[in-house]
């Protein structure tokens, strides 16, 4: 990536692998490994959305726990930006793959998580103001009457109203108790969100105002996503530049716009051919994948995508290809995306 | 599509209730459960706490009267007009000439009223405060009044106190084991669910290790070790003990099981992404998780508790003499010629049944009242 | 072409359940013809998929049709010619021959990812019974045996035909070597798979209708394109009506040709897929139409959402249910008068106090 590019970097991720062993027998011996992540590498700058997007069980989801370290890495580096650890202020990239708990546990200030499911993703026995100040708890900050201020702040900011506080999950609806994990992830001032399919489980209707509250909530307190989804439109809405996934790898990276215009991974061309438009007049020209994703434990040779993919050649099943920066931002990786001429939206 | 809208319209109409709230509010509409959480109140305080009050006689009170009938309770007072005073008659010795037995009748012509809060055999209540007053008695005055309602045993031991003290020991044994057994259960299965891996394994082998055992001849066998010369009050704990180290394995495995997978729970991880210790997450999310459906089957499993008592006790394994369980009373009844004779002796069998269906009837409310989100 | 084959008038179903009454449908009124399309497209708890049960009697409990009335027009033939008799389906028994004989028959049923609706704490007897009267997929039973079965109940075949029949089906949806898959378990095929198993067992009976209630919302969207594909081409060849459920506007798009827009209970706008999507009356399915991204079309801007939330079923707001939430709320009319099912163009209907001229 060129110099320039390189200073408002905030998450920088290098390499980053996690297998998951596969055991059987009464000796939990390992006969193999899901290569739920494998071998992947991104970068986040200050205030940007990263799009990440795949169809299930591309280790979208792994991947973001992994940087949260909710999973131990197999392998790999991923590097944030932060001055917690310098004595004069000065901020510097920090392996979070090396720090030790306590370490970490400081950082975690900095790195929230929305999740998917919001039924899930809140304890049916703590009451809202519970589990909005928790972090804080978590961290000493919450005692006194400021946690209260603190919470009644956070809510609002969600759209929520402050005698909500006292209720339990379970009194909101889906829309809403989203609304209280992105209150919660808030609660620290982080820099870095990571958003694992945020509104999936939402409808249409409600889906678009979490989106709008996560752009404005965005451009106040100046947050960098990592946004992923496995929906197309909705990840290119919300996102500046967008990563697309396939069996643990990351195949193109590019600007949102350009990724769409201009894809150069016949994946990413098939994937957006395959999302039904809205427009009953529109005249599909789908191109249909065949067969099913690849199993991450036991993938095929070469590039993962070959057995799929319409412009497969020999090389292609017999090298992994390698990932590159092809255009200025634009990464890529397949072995034959210099001469394909592959059709956007 | 509407299976959907109900519950959640449900939750809607009760404005701001915490997760206790809402299973106490499921609870109250379980009438059963409700006359079976009565009816343990009502066994633990009058065996448990005021067994001596209640009881008209002491537990080492002896009558003349060796396997007495029970006494019929009739409103009449002493010249025989209707009372509202309730009243017993009295017992007549006599002798089987052919069976060679000494036997009694109910002789109808002496009647001993029954007083309410009278003094009789002194007593310490709750164990520190001294008196003297019964729930019911006979006149203190008349040395030859006595109302034995089940009947005395062959020693001449009123039935109707001894069951109430017996119970006592069951039921808190019942009590005291399943709190044991609940504590190492989910300490165990939280410890080995929670950190996995070595510990996980050594765990669970050694629940399987101990559930591998069949039941009566370990019991024989830890009985059997436990020193004649012990005083009953040490074999009692040292039998709730050996209740508690076969059962504990149960529970832990499913507590085990109910962490694994409340581990991987959203909620769960998000508070592992903001640095929460493990102190945190296993008495702020994971136990609290486990905690309801624990308490059911903690609740179902106090009847087999008590149960075990009374087995091993009859087997003679359990507690002996002096000691008096409900147990040790059916255990005076093990014989055919006490069958034949005293048939009455076994009316500790209906307050063995009562407890149990009570616990069962509380416990299955229970189940139901603590998923009151999935309920409809 | 346009020779009815369902209509469905004035349909309710309501739910008596504790805390009052759910009209889970209200005054639904729409016809699916033959070899037509129909899409049904709403949020969730709006009441599509329970109009879609209704027709096949399979609402769930507590719920109950209380009003209108289902018409089939059945085409049987008698005496060589072929006559259309009509059956009214509200009519009908809901355990009885008759209708047993449409459901899974003359009308087929595809739900969400067959598999994910079974859980462990049922046993396998329950399963059995569940899927011969939900029409899915048993976990612990072959694909063909439980094909076999379906195409048994409906045709008078042998097994060694049906099984023919079964195999044949199998490779018309795309399941690849299907002589060996037929003998395959439900859990040894993927996602997608399983789909197109239900696909099969659905058409493997002719039926002259497939009702498909989210049949693709389980599925990741290489493997959702393929199903649809699956479904259309099928479609031109057999001549089946479709009624599609879905909360997804672009596969609605892409399959429908006449559209149902549903929200709380009310069908709120009906009308070609063109003019649902090019020319939208209600403010409800112009809110909607707004509040989704589009692919290929980048924009920072915010999207323009429904306000509010989807009201509480048992306190339904007076007047148009969608009037606290409608950017085009008329005070004084829209929370006193209740809309009425307007024409607004050539077949194109909608219940809306706009176009009402009041």
Redesign the interface.
Known sequence: MTEQTRDNILLDVRGLKKYFPIQRGLLRRTVGYVKAVDDVSFYVREGETLGLVG??GCGKTTAARTIIRLYEPTAGEVYFKTDRFSANGETEMVNLAELDKEQMKLLRQDIAMIFQDPIGSLNPRMSVFDIVAEPMVIHGKGKGPETEETVIRLLERVGLRPEHMRRYPHEF?G??RQRIGIARALALNPRLVLCDEPVSAL???????T??LL?DLQADFDLAYVFIA?D???V???SDRVAVMYVGKIVEMAD??EL??HPLHPYTE?????????????K?E?I??QG??ADPSNPPSGCYFHPRCRYAKDICSQEAPEWRELEPDHFVACHRAEELQLR?? | ??????PE??K??QISQSYWSLVWWKFKKNKLAIVGGILIILFYSICGLFAEFFAPYTLDYQSDYLEARPQPVVFKDEEGNFSLRPAVYGLEEKIDQTLRKRFYEVNRTKIYPIYFFVKAEPYKLLGFIPTDIHLFGTDPADPEAHVFLFGTDRLGRDLFSRIIYGGRLSLLIGLLGQILTFTLGMVMGAISGYYGGVTDIIVQRLTEFVGAFPDIPLFMALAAAIPVTWSPILVYFMLTLILVFIRWGGLARQVRGLILSLREREYVLAARSFGASDARLMFRHLLPGTLSHCIVIATLMIPGMILSETALSWLGLGLRPPLTSWGVLLQEVSSVRSIRFAPWLLTTVPFVLLAVLSFNMLGDGLRDAMDPYGG? | MSEPLIEVKDLKVQ?N???GI?H?VDGATFTINRGQTLGIIG????????TAKAILRMV?RP?KVTGGEILYHRRIKSNGSEITDIVNITELDPDGEEIRKIRGGEIGMIFQEPMSSLTPVYTAGSHIGEAVGLHRLVPIRKVGAQMVETIQAHRRISKQEAREIAIDMLRRVGIPKPEQRVDAYPHQL?G??RQRVMIAIALSCEPKMLIADEPTTAL???????I??IMRELQETVDMAIMFIT?????V??M?EEICVMYMGKIVERAS??E???EPQHPYTR???K??????K???E??????G??P???NLPSGCVFHPRCPEYMPGKCDRIVPSWTQVGENHWARCLLYEGV
């Open positions: 169809e299930s609806s829309g809403q409808d249409v209707s409600i889906q678009a105002q989106l709008n752009q496995h197309l439109s909705v290119q809405h919300i949102a716009e769409y215009i098939a994937l957006m051919s395959a999302v039904p438009k809205p427009d009953p007049l529109y599909s789908r249909i994948m099913d994703v956007g939206v | 599509m509407a299976e959907q809208k109900v319209t449900n809607k109409r409809r | 739910f359940v504790r805390d759910i889970a949020e969730s708890g709006c009441g599509k998929s329970v769930p719920g993927s997608g798979q990741d969207v290489s493997i959702e394109a393929q649809l594909d909360h997804n506007l672009g596969v798009a892409e429908a897929a063109v649902i999507f090019y809110a909607l139409l509040s989704i991204p589009h692919v290929g980048k924009s920072r915010r999207l323009a959402s429904i306000k939330m989807v509480d079923p048992f």
